[in-house]
Each structure stands twice: as C-alpha cells, then as structure tokens.
C-alpha cells in the first residue's frame, strides 16, 4: 500500500498557526499542499504600491496561511512511495502567507529530488521571517528557503521573501542548479510588481559533486526572463566543488543572469548585497577551454538590462566573471564600484553610467558604446582598457596602464548579447588624465588628457 507523502494529505485552504509550538520526530513533509486566494486588490498600482511598501505586512493578503511554526530535528529520506521534490513543510504553497516558520537541525536526504529547506513549490506566496538553521540536505536542485516561486501567467501576483535565513550544508550532485535562498523562478514577462528578496541571510556551505553543468549562488542560482529584485542581502557561506566541472556559474550572491528585459523592465536588480565573508572556488587558473565563472557578487551576466544598485562591495578572483557583460548597468545611489581581488573583467555595452570604479585588481575594462560613461578609476593595480568607445574619466594606477592592445592590426569580433560587435582595438573614445606607473598607449583616434608616467 503506497503511504501519503505526507502527514497533512489533502490540499489545506485555511490558517494553519502553531502558536509557536515545535513539532519533532517528523519524518515526512508536514503538508502535501496548501492552497489560498488572494485577498489584495489586483489593480495594477495597487500592486505596485504593496509590493514597494512591503515590510513584514503579510497578514490578510493570501486566504491560506501556514504561521508560527517550528519542525525540530526532522529526518526525512526520498522512499519510492513519495515524490521526488519536497520540502520540510510541504510540496506546494500557492497563494500562501509563510510567516515566522523554521526548521532546526534534522536530516532531509532527497537523494537526487528537488528540494526546498521550506517548501518545494511557492508560486504567488509571500514568506517572511522564516528560517532553516544547521539542516544537513543531499539532493539535487535546491533552494535553502524555497527551490522556485514560479508564476508565469498571473500579472497580479506577488512573490517576496523577506527576512529570511538558511545555514547548514547542502550537498548535491549531478547537473545543479541552486541558491542559499532561492534556486530560481520564472515569472509572467508582463507581472505588475518584481519577484523580490529582501533582507536575507545564508551561511549554507553548499558542496556539489557534479561534473557537468550547474549555476550555484550563494542568494539564488540563477535568473532568466522576469523582473526581480533583490536587496540587502548577505551570504557568508561557502561553495566548493568537489569534482572538476565542465560548465559552472558560480556566485556570491547569483550564479548567472541571463536573457534580455521583460516588457521594457530591468532584467535584475542587486542591491546593497555581499558576499565578502564568503568562500568562493578559484579559477584564475588554466581552465582547459570550459567554461566556469566564479564572481563574487555574480559568476556571469549575459543580458541586456542588469542594475547593480548602492554601494555593491566585490572581493573576487574574478569579479562579475571573466567574461561577464553588464550592458545597460546604470549604478544607482553611490554608483560605485569596488573591485579587490586578482582578475576584474568588466565588458560593458549600451547607455551606461557608473560614478566610479575602485579597484585593487588587475582590472580590464572593454567599453563598446559611446553611450558609455565613466567617471574616475582608482587603481592599486595594472589596468589594461583594449578597447574604449565611451568617456573614461581620469585614471590614477599605482601599476602600469595599458590602453589599446599590442599586436592586434584588424578589427575582431565580440559576440555578446547585444549581437555581433567589432572591437577596434585602441582609445576612440575620450579618456582623461591619466596618472600611472607607466602608461602605454596604442592607436588613438580620440582625445586623452595630461599623461604623468608616459612611455
């Protein structure tokens, strides 16, 4: 006879309130499904307005509600009677207000499954001021919190994680995809209010022994089309590769954002996050022709329309990933970049405007478009700029300064998200003064300012 693959078997519509007692000995899912509507006005600026304003204001959104509850110490193993993907307390949630909810300790062993620290499946849900502490996991995709909140045909909806945290260790293989939070969602191209997480926390130490293609992050995995948000947020965990890997995006706070914008919105916005107390892999190594990206905010950014927003703070071998492109990246608040580290890439396309750029790497900066604008760089390190199209305000490197590229008599082609781009290698833009170790200057066509250190 085939056993429910939970304690709670039919789908729950109503409040469900522990009153903040713990419940122990679970050895399945709480729920199999909770199920609500929405009590919110669905007028598109009414949507809005919540969505902007939220601060811990979950109660009368959703009908169903599932509060003020802790699951002690569970063990929870995948057996042939249950379905792959779980979570402690439950499969799905839609429409559902998840508030002051954790997990302590225990063991969840989903061999391979899907697994959400929380919940699995959260479409359309709002969880808030919930946490999974020193939970042991083995599985395959994964989300600390939750593994997907995927709404894809309600404009209406709202999806926000707030004020959650997940420590403990995640151990995965195969073909991964995961986050300390949050492994991914998709969300409606036209939805009213962004996908959002805010004011979260993961100190998971995610281990993956796949060998084939994952994005892992130390916040989410990673991002297609849709519209999210995600500020305020810490991961000082750390993710290590067990095994040499053919293919990986690996991120403090994003493993990869992909794809262009949605219905004229920003693809994803980060902002005031860091992962500077995390442990990240280091590939400043040979590769061996794969492709692996370790950035310490996000391991690679191939879209057209990425903001990285406050004062973003990156301490990586490879900030942004090595190959990584920000194109339509306008800064806000401080617009200001800090880079540290060994290698920081950046290839920047489109109407872009950064305030400054600090850095104590070795940093190449690519600038496509004369529609680029940058204000001073600050460098303790060398900076090679091949290519420069835009405005470059003054230059100050402690090291040796490298515009334009030795070597490179024709024209070659960058294949980034904005289509094929010819590289003219060499200044063509404007640069400023330039301060510099020693500075080195090939095929200039546009305008540099006063040179100190020329050679």
Sequence with gaps: MTQPRSYINTEFNGVYDGNGFKL????????DQ???????????????????????????????????VTIDNPHIYTNVNNQASKGVFGYAMKQTAIYNCHVIGGVFNNLTGTTGGIVFHAPSSIIDSCSVENLTVTCGLFGGIVETMQNTTDDATLEIIYNCSASGTITTGGATYGGGINNTNTVSPTVFAPFRIINCHSSVDIITTGTSSYNIGGIVSGYGSGWRIIENCVFDGSITVANPVTDANIGGIVGTISNSNVDGKTNVTIMNCSADNSTLPDYTGDRGGNNIYSGMLVGSVNTLRAVLAGDIS???????????????????DANVINLSGKVAALDILGNTAIEKIDTSAALTLRVFDEDVGIGNINATGTVTIPTNMGVVGDVAAIGAL???????????????????????????GIIGNITSEGATIYRNTGTVGNIEGYI
Excluded: C, M, R
């Design 402 to 428: 490298t515009v334009g590229a030795i070597n490179k008599t024709a024209n070659e082609t960058y294949s980034g998200v904005l289509g094929d781009t010819e590289i003219d290698y060499g200044n063509h």
């Design 34 to 68: 909770v199920a609500g509507i929405k009590l919110y006005s669905t007028v598109k600026e009414d949507v809005i307005a919540l969505s902007e304003n939220y601060n811990g204001n979950w109660d009368g959104i959703y009908s169903a509600e599932v509060i003020n």
């Design 314 to 332: 990156l301490s990586t071998t490879e900030a942004l990933g090595d190959y990584g492109v920000i194109a339509q990246a306008t800064l806000a």
């Design 24 to 31: 122990t000995g679970l050895t399945k899912p709480l729920f």
